[in-house]
T-cell receptor
Framework: GENVEQHPSTLSVQEGDSAVIKCTYS??????FPWYKQELGKGPQLIID?????GEKKDQRIAVTLNKTAKHFSLHITETQPEDSAVYFC????????????FGTGTRLTIIP | NAGVTQTPKFRILKIGQSMTLQCAQD?????MYWYRQDPGMGLKLIYY???????DKGEVPNGYNVSRSTTEDFPLRLELAAPSQTSVYFC??????????????FGDGTRLSIL
């Protein structure tokens, strides 16, 4: 089955700086890669996703890149703000199979004012 | 739309007790999922359902049971609560992917402690 590794487990950045979180996956058949943000006491919320036919996707201050050859994908947050502080999870899935997501173990991002 | 609604939000159980965690979605989603999240860990899949009347085991199904009698509801049953089941439980739902994957939508969780 799929295995997703996520690094780092914790990340602190100054407000206004950029943050990068990296994930690697094991199953070359995986073709959908969502990123979730989890705030304290809440469920995970989808913030951006990317499909395997695309190398990069942007949504305002958030971007995700995918390298299928190396089997890794990354989340980039620019101009970080205090409200970006949360736990971020990456995930991978082969959507024409049983559609079960495999999650990374999460990154706790802290934005220092 | 309320999205995915989980009840209760918090619960304390004694060892050996049973309870049902409720999950309902109003988005007419085909797929529903139950996860558990332990401190510092990602989400582990317990059970999932691809439609009413169809359920299947995930990665960590032992000690749990599910049913899916309607499209909207997907309850999770703990029959004999054990301390190892202390966790935060999340329910999620999604549309079946049709040519492109669809994202999962999560509820806000049930925090369960077994003492």
């Amino acid at each position: 089955g799929e295995n997703v590794e996520q690094h780092p487990s914790t990340l602190s950045v100054q407000e206004g700086d950029s943050a990068v979180i990296k994930c690697t996956y094991s199953d070359s058949a995986s073709n959908y890669f969502p990123w979730y943000k989890q705030e304290l006491g809440k469920g995970p919320q989808l913030i951006i996703d990317i499909r395997s036919n695309v190398g990069e996707k942007k949504d305002q201050r958030i971007a995700v890149t995918l390298n299928k050859t190396a089997k890794h994908f990354s989340l980039h947050i620019t101009e970080t703000q205090p409200e970006d502080s949360a736990v971020y999870f990456c995930a991978a899935i082969y959507n024409f199979g049983n559609e079960k997501l495999t999650f990374g173990t999460g990154t706790r991002l802290t934005i220092i004012p | 739309n309320a999205g995915v609604t989980q009840t209760p939000k918090f619960r304390i159980l004694k060892i050996g007790q049973s309870m049902t965690l409720q999950c309902a979605q109003d988005m007419n989603h085909n797929y529903m999922y139950w996860y558990r999240q332990d401190p510092g860990m990602g989400l582990k899949l317990i059970y999932y359902s691809v439609g009413a009347g169809i359920t299947d085991k995930g990665e960590v199904p032992n000690g749990y049971n599910v049913s899916r009698s309607t499209t909207e509801d997907f309850p999770l049953r703990l029959e004999l609560a054990a301390p190892s089941q202390t966790s935060v439980y999340f329910c999620a739902s999604k549309l079946r992917g049709q040519g492109a994957a669809q994202p999962q939508h999560f509820g806000d969780g049930t925090r369960l402690s077994i003492l």
